[in-house]
């Protein structure tokens, strides 16, 4: 069975990646769907995953910011889900941010109340997860089809536990930070009463679901787990201080740079 990461944007999911892409090298695949295909609600199914396993023959997992649980990817293998999500608010403002570079000076009113009113903008994190931009669908999968779900603002603790839960020999949990985004903190846009009101409105559905995962599904995990995990936490955070990042594999990213993007733009067939 493969680990399938549900990478949503601007939730600390590069840095899971990168920890993905180190421990499993070449047996990992960034899924996309062919050029061809991409649009704004299109997501990777049975015919990508077969398509990408042409170049990743051993692959154990895939990860990717348009990999669901419903785009029809369990047709062609057994997953385990998993995902991370942030606190919604917060989350969509980096996103915002970060589509502009973290350019302060560009980021105005009127651009973020554009963004705040496109529907795929709008409650991202459950539509990623539940297939609608609805709570839910999102909760819905996640007490059937989603094993595990970190936090963001939890990083370590989720950590720990997700090792646990993979419970794969090759997994190495260390890492540093990834693609973070400048200015989250301190926007003064973010003092307006309106342009509060507006992203409040973007992620309604979003901060249900958010709370639900807060609520009863974090603690549902921890508890699994058992007392020992702000010890492994602790201990996690010991040896990580110390951590110096390995480049990735050479032949994993000759695989995926030099052999499967490019393949993404020949003809589906």
Known sequence: MM?????????????????LRRSFGARHCDLRVASSKRGEDTWPGAGDLRRSRRIYPHLEGICGHRVTCFGGLA????FRFFTWVREPMKRFVSHFLYCYRGRLEVCTPERLKVFCAEPFHRNMQAHW??????????MEMLEK??????????????????RRWLNHPALDIAYTRKN?????VDWPILNDPEMRACIE????????LYRHIHEVIFP??????????????AEFRRRNESFLEPPEPVWARIKRDLLYKPSLHLPVG
């Open 201 to 208: 409105d973007a992620n309604r559905e979003d901060v249900i």
């Open 180 to 184: 973070p985004c400048r200015g989250e």
């Open 220 to 233: 549902r995990q921890k508890a699994a787990f058992g007392p020992t995990l702000d010890t492994e936490v």
């Open 145 to 162: 089809r989603i094993g595990f779900v970190g936090m963001t603002e939890a990083f370590d603790e989720s950590l720990v536990m997700f």
């Open 129 to 138: 997860l539940g297939g609608a931009p609805k709570a839910e669908p999102a």
């Open 3 to 19: 680990y399938a990461f549900i990478h949503i944007p601007k939730t600390a999911g590069s840095t899971v990646r990168s920890i």
């Open 75 to 78: 047709e062609a293998a057994d």
